[in-house]
């Protein structure tokens, strides 16, 4: 493809940005390039960030599966947006109360950890008690001597 | 906002339930703060996600300049496919029909992305934040780490962990 019909830098005068918005297949006026940061964005254009979940099911798209048709001018994140990743489409339930919700499940839940891991309870637990005069041969004792008895019980 | 006004209700709620007149009638004028809020208020469009199309106000606009603008955008549309079904159906089709916008996409991403850089005060921050911070974080991390635990085996006090002795 010709190099006028790639992306190039900014655009500056109004010429530039109508010549951009052709070359982008869209209208002038709907044709907005990101702020020129010096991020590397050049002229291309800003789209909406909506993903591809909310764009129609029913149309007859050239590519259904991506849900896009040939020329039309891509997000800068389309691979984001493709319907296996993220999606926009609007919640049921308002963002702020689902991020409640959740922030007030998750508070919780590690304030009660917490709290376990401070106050332990648990049944009452002795020393381990071991056999065989505290396995006095198993922990390398003399065979040839009586080993001390050991009573791990009151009577 | 939504918050505040929902436990005060829930408080008011409850002093009705317990009990006397007065205490009723004081409820009632410290809750009453004007209409509802509408649907769209109540949903507080957010930067994740977008707002329902019955609450956004754009499809509830049937003003004539947006009608002509949603022709032009169908004059684009119809125009870009018709290209693209006349190569699709031609008896001897290309090998490829390449799309120019995936070509556009592919190449502002990555070929026009060193010569539209310029650095401004806010890329020179975010370039040394995110390529030389994580760096000199972990080169440091790992040298305490290192130190420390140097200083413990001189010291006789380090604990082999996995020691077969």
Known sequence: MSKDLMPGPYPRTPEERAAAAKKYNMRVEDYEPYPDDGFGYGDYPKLPNKSFHERDPWYQWDQPDMRHNWGEPMHWDFDMYIRNRVDTSPTPVPWHTMRKHFLIFLSTMLIMFGLGEIFPAYRPVGPKQYPFNDLYLERGGDPNKEPSVVTHYEI | ?????????????????????????????????????????????????????????????????????????????????????????????????????????????????????????????????????????????FKADRDRKEKLIQEGKYERPFSVF
Do not use: H
């Open chain 2, 1 to 141: 906002m939504r918050r505040g006004e929902g436990r005060g209700e829930g408080k008011a709620g409850l002093r009705l339930l317990s009990g006397s007149g007065r205490l009723r009638g004081a409820g009632l004028s410290k809750m009453a703060a004007g209409p509802p809020p509408s649907a769209s208020e109540a949903y507080r469009s957010n930067r994740f996600v977008s707002l329902p199309a019955e609450l956004d106000p754009d499809t509830y606009d049937a003003s004539l300049e947006k009608r002509a603008a949603d022709a032009e955008r169908l004059a684009i549309r119809a125009r870009l496919k018709r290209q693209y079904q006349l190569q699709l159906n031609n008896p001897n089709p290309p090998a490829i029909i390449e799309n120019p916008a995936l070509v556009r996409w592919a190449y502002a991403r990555t070929q026009n992305v060193y010569p539209t850089f310029r650095p401004t005060p806010k890329t020179s921050f975010l370039g040394a934040l995110f390529a030389i911070g994580p760096l000199v974080f972990w080169i440091v991390a």
